[in-house]
């Protein structure tokens, strides 16, 4: 799916093999709209469907066709489709009211305020939108989340039995947007820690989430949509490159920026370079519910308690330590043991306020180590850990 014009390295991607040139060759072939006979137009690149078109279209025999279609525009293709008209107005403002009393809620609770790839405090965020929704007014979560065409893109890209989360985003007046990023999951990893994970990882990445954006408001251009620069998803060393000062560049000159319209929905592949754009009105608040969706394949197969494990060796691997085990070798115990990854978490309690994610259990436990800290002690840590972790 993805390509490159710059070889690897022994199976890894390096930053020093970023080019800006490898990326135009990419992105140059433009979109074709003949190659997609159920979009209704290409506007600056970007495929861009018709709603209410698409559902007339989705007859039993046409449906494998059409999630083919948008699976190749997301994989080859732009990376990035409009559905004009997703959803209904009625149900938008009534969402839209809860979203609203959640943020005056939270912001009278207090609390720092942290966004990924954002000013943290500037915008308001509302983390966990779906379980939120749910719980305030569980008759428009229904109503709202009866959606043929979420659940059209969910399916097209990532099969069935995905799981949806969502995120909400408004972007104040006169609010800065983001900077250029690819999204989760090596999208919240810093370049060294991307740089670590093998070349087909890099393209497996993509392929485990869809992320998508609801418009709740109307959004011209002025108001901040967010930008995209079609065809980079096909860029394999993009996790690494949108770090570069020269990428980011390149992305501020020559992103496209589609105006969307209320109850329009935006799906594209995370590996997409992409920024939610600056809101240069004085009196718009930019509302758009974030939705990712993730394969049902992102989980191990069986249950493990990893807390109980390292509570029960790490006496152990203290004593190793003590006895001269090499380091090395007792990280090696850490990562068969510990939870290596820092997410899913509760971004109300871990906001990524000194970076994008969270410190993972795995990190806790070699800190421990290092400090040769009691069991008591890492009991403690542990427990508030993942209480942070609770989404209530």
Request: charged fraction near 20%; charge should be negative; hydrophobic fraction near 45%.
């Amino acid at each position: 799916m993805t390509t490159t014009h710059t070889p690897t390295t022994a199976g890894y991607l390096r930053a020093e093999d970023c080019h800006l040139d490898d990326l135009l060759a990419v992105i140059g072939a433009g979109t074709d709209l003949a190659g997609y006979p159920h979009a209704s137009e290409v506007s600056q690149g970007v495929l861009v469907y018709d709603a209410v078109a698409l559902r007339d279209a989705m007859t039993d025999d046409a449906r494998r066709a059409v999630h083919a279609e948008l699976a190749r525009a997301l994989a080859d293709g732009p990376g990035i489709a409009v559905f004009r008209g997703a959803f209904d107005h009625d149900v938008l403002d009534r969402v839209s009211e809860v979203f609203e009393r959640i943020i005056a809620d939270e912001k009278v609770s207090g609390g720092d305020a942290g966004d990924h790839f954002g000013v943290p405090g500037v915008n308001d965020r509302v983390w966990n939108a779906l379980e939120k929704l749910a719980v305030a007014d569980p008759e428009a979560f229904v109503d709202y989340y009866a959606n043929d065409i979420v659940a059209l893109a969910a399916t097209a890209w990532l099969g069935p039995g995905y799981q949806v989360t969502s995120q909400v985003n408004v972007v104040n007046p006169g609010g800065a947007g983001q900077t250029v990023h690819r999204d989760y999951h090596l999208g919240f990893q810093s370049p060294k820690t991307s740089a670590e994970f093998p070349a087909h990882v890099h393209a497996l990445s993509p392929v485990l989430t869809l992320q998508g954006a609801v418009a709740h408001c109307d959004m011209p251009v002025e108001t901040g949509p967010t930008l995209y620069l079609p065809h980079s998803q096909k860029y394999a060393h993009g996790y690494l490159a949108y770090w570069l000062p020269e990428f980011q560049e390149y992305f501020v000159a020559n992103h496209v920026q589609l105006p969307l319209a209320k109850g329009d929905a935006v799906f594209f592949n995370p590996a997409l370079f992409h920024a939610a754009g600056s809101n240069h009105t004085t009196d718009v608040r930019r509302m758009a519910n974030l939705l990712q969706v993730s394969s049902a394949f992102g989980r191990a197969m069986e249950s493990v308690d990893r807390r109980r494990v390292v509570e029960a060796v790490y006496p152990a691997l203290l004593a190793r330590k003590a006895a001269g085990m090499p380091f090395a070798r007792i990280g090696d115990v850490v990562a068969a043991s510990a939870e290596g990854y820092a997410f899913p978490t509760n971004l109300d309690r871990d906001q990524p306020l000194n970076g994008m994610s969270p410190e993972t259990q795995s990190d806790l436990v070699r800190r421990a180590l290092g400090e040769a800290i009691s069991v008591e002690e890492l009991r403690k840590r542990l427990a508030a850990q993942v209480n942070r972790t609770l989404s209530h």
